[in-house]
């Protein structure tokens, strides 16, 4: 049972454009949300996180949106890069379950010059 | 100077085998991670120790145990492998809480069982 999901297994999207990334989850106990970016053969990187409590959080091109009575949250890219070629990860928290990180299945951002 | 280092990056064996992957963290964090991605590309947590301590032990087979000497190591030994535990394995750390800047991972360990 998935409690995160990334619908969309891959975009494209042109260079200075927006970079628009979707996760659902089901599991309401998770009290923190986190975007991951992998390069091939190496690990997971750190991007953005939000709190349950808040509604966006944005750092540089980088903001996230939560809307929990969809459950429901977006990474806005902007503008995207050529650099920013890569797998996006959604991840969730639950601080009750020894804040173990539930992923979704990744998105595949490729950027056009 | 690496965060997370993981050895070996490659491991090709043959099912039966007994190996061992080595994970250690140089950023004073407690809680360290293994994360198995399948050949779907799916990241599952298999287990989590906060300093030495077991704290998630997610379904898996008993073939594979975790050992942490100490808070900065978490090692990684598969008895008997078989061709199914063919995936990427990455070793991640993180504060307890709050978890806001999340885990930092390692590069992972691509095994393949032949």
């Known amino acids: 049972d998935q409690q995160v999901k990334q619908n969309s297994p891959s ?5 200075g454009r927006i970079s628009i990334l979707n996760c659902d ?10 975007w991951y970016k992998k390069y091939p053969a190496e690990g997971p990187t750190f991007l953005i ?6 509604d966006k959080n944005e750092d540089g091109r980088f903001t996230v949106f939560l809307n929990k009575s969809a459950k429901h949250l977006s990474l806005h890219i902007v503008p ?12 969730a928290s639950d601080k009750a379950a020894g804040n173990k990180l539930t992923f979704g299945g990744g998105t595949r951002v490729l950027v056009k010059p | 100077d690496t965060a997370v280092s993981q050895t070996p990056k490659y491991l090709v064996t043959q099912m039966g085998n007994d190996k061992s992957i080595k994970c250690e963290q140089n950023l004073g964090h407690d809680t360290m991670y293994w994360y198995k991605q399948d050949s779907k590309k799916f990241l599952k947590i298999m287990f989590s120790y906060n300093n030495k301590e077991l704290i998630i032990n997610e379904t898996v087979p008993n073939r594979f145990s975790p050992k942490s000497p100490d808070k900065a190591h978490l090692n990684l030994h598969i008895n008997s492998l078989e061709l199914g535990d063919s995936a990427v394995y990455f070793c991640a750390s993180s504060q307890v809480y709050p978890i806001n800047y999340g885990y930092t991972f390692g590069s992972g360990t691509r095994l393949t069982v032949v």
């Not at chain 1, 989850?25 to 986190?34: A, E, I, K, P």
């Not at chain 1, 995207?80 to 991840?91: I, K, L, N």
Request: a negative charge.
């Open chain 1, 80 to 91: 995207s890069q050529p650099g920013d070629s890569a797998v996006y990860f959604c991840a």
């Open chain 1, 11 to 15: 975009l494209s999207v042109q260079e």
């Open chain 1, 25 to 34: 989850y089901t599991n309401s106990m998770f009290d923190y949300f986190l």
């Open chain 1, 49 to 54: 996180s939000i709190s349950s409590i808040k």
